[in-house]
């Protein structure tokens, strides 16, 4: 991603609009998932069933807690004056993203031996976790 420009009206809220684009496609992920796994009953299963669980629980108090930056945050106000209030929202995002961090690891170990279809959806997975967490990253190096 480019470098922000810190006199860019909106740049701070776009950046936070792409987040809620990629939240939304990790949830498919997610979903597409759980819906497999929600009736299996093995050992595996059960572990890859709280796995998502997990992922599913910390994903939405991000997206509650982004919420509360989106409908606060004033659209129009340059970079800078909107970055302390996302960074003390961010602070408390982050470790929301550790936790499906770690939880994503478990579950790529748990897919290691699944058919090619079901490791894709979980590196999907991944790929959109690595955008979320490029994207904050931007933002707080601006």
Same mark, same amino acid.
């Given at each position: ?62 997206? *509650?807690?982004? %919420?509360? /930056? ?6 129009? $106000?340059?970079?800078?004056?909107? @970055?302390?209030?996302? #960074? ?17 690891? *478990?579950?790529? %170990?748990? /897919? ?6 079901? $490791?894709?959806?979980?590196?999907? @997975?991944?790929?959109? #976790? ?13």
């Amino acid at each position: 991603m480019a470098k922000i420009d810190a006199q860019s009206e909106n740049a701070l809220y776009n950046l936070v609009k792409k987040l809620a684009e990629e939240y939304s496609d990790f949830n498919a992920f997610l979903g597409y998932l759980l819906k497999i796994y929600s009736n299996k009953d093995s050992e595996r299963d059960i572990r890859i069933r709280a796995c998502l669980l997990t992922i599913r629980s910390s994903f939405i108090a991000c997206v *509650e807690e982004l %919420s509360r /930056f989106t409908s606060t945050a004033t659209p129009g $106000k340059p970079y800078f004056s909107l @970055l302390p209030q996302f #960074l003390y929202h961010a602070s408390i995002v982050e470790p929301y993203l550790k936790t499906i961090e770690e939880q994503y690891q *478990e579950l790529r %170990s748990l /897919f290691a031996n699944e058919p090619e279809t079901a $490791k894709k959806v979980v590196e999907g @997975l991944g790929e959109v #976790l690595r955008s979320i967490e490029q994207t904050f990253d931007t933002i707080g190096k601006a």
